[in-house]
């Protein structure tokens, strides 16, 4: 009888104390190698993010320029817009939120004609007026037709990143602290 009862108790027996300590040493010298790969190539997919973007940008930049037939922005966004200490991410006021013709609110930056020759209206009731600036989301292209006719050349309205530009279409990028980004 006695051995019967040894005998059950040896087959219920769980894991030993040795037996669960290394299977934790295990698993720990597995995470360690691991983790550095994973945080990696993480890092790795934010920089070709950011990459992509200011490529993306800089790019929609010369493509509105040579859509538009001007040769250098009238009036760059250069300061600061929240929450970027330089530059901004709204894309619908960049590279030029407020060029007009001189007639209206913004600053005269000589946006007289369209490319088809219809001159752009920036007085008048407000569902009549052109949309001031040359920007990359919702741009007017055509005159006269009080925003009927918005073009966007890049894909969402805000960047993940801050943009500046200088006249001749120079896109610079940087994080929100104002830290430039080089490409």
Request: proline content about 5%.
């Amino acid at each position: 009888m006695a051995t019967d009862a040894a005998r059950r108790a040896s087959a219920e027996r769980g894991f030993t104390l040795i037996e669960l300590l290394v299977a934790v040493v295990l698993v720990s010298v597995l995470a360690a190698v691991v983790l550095p790969m994973v945080n990696r190539f993480a890092d790795h997919g934010t920089e070709e993010a950011r990459l992509t973007e200011f490529h993306d940008v800089a790019t929609a930049v010369i493509l509105m320029m040579t859509h538009n037939e001007i040769l250098s922005i009238p009036n760059p966004v250069t300061g600061g817009t929240l929450p970027c200490a330089v530059g901004t991410k709204v894309l619908s006021g960049f590279p030029d939120a407020d060029s007009d013709n001189g007639q209206g609110a913004g600053n005269d930056g000589g946006k007289e004609l369209d490319v088809e020759g219809k001159p752009y209206v920036f007085t008048g009731p407000p569902s009549g007026r052109d949309k001031q600036g040359y920007v990359l989301y919702d741009h007017d292209a055509v005159g006269g037709d009080g925003q009927a006719a918005l073009l966007s050349y890049v894909s969402l309205p805000q960047a993940a990143f801050c943009y500046t530009t200088d006249r001749d279409g120079t896109v610079r990028q940087y994080l929100e602290d104002g830290t430039e980004q080089t490409s």
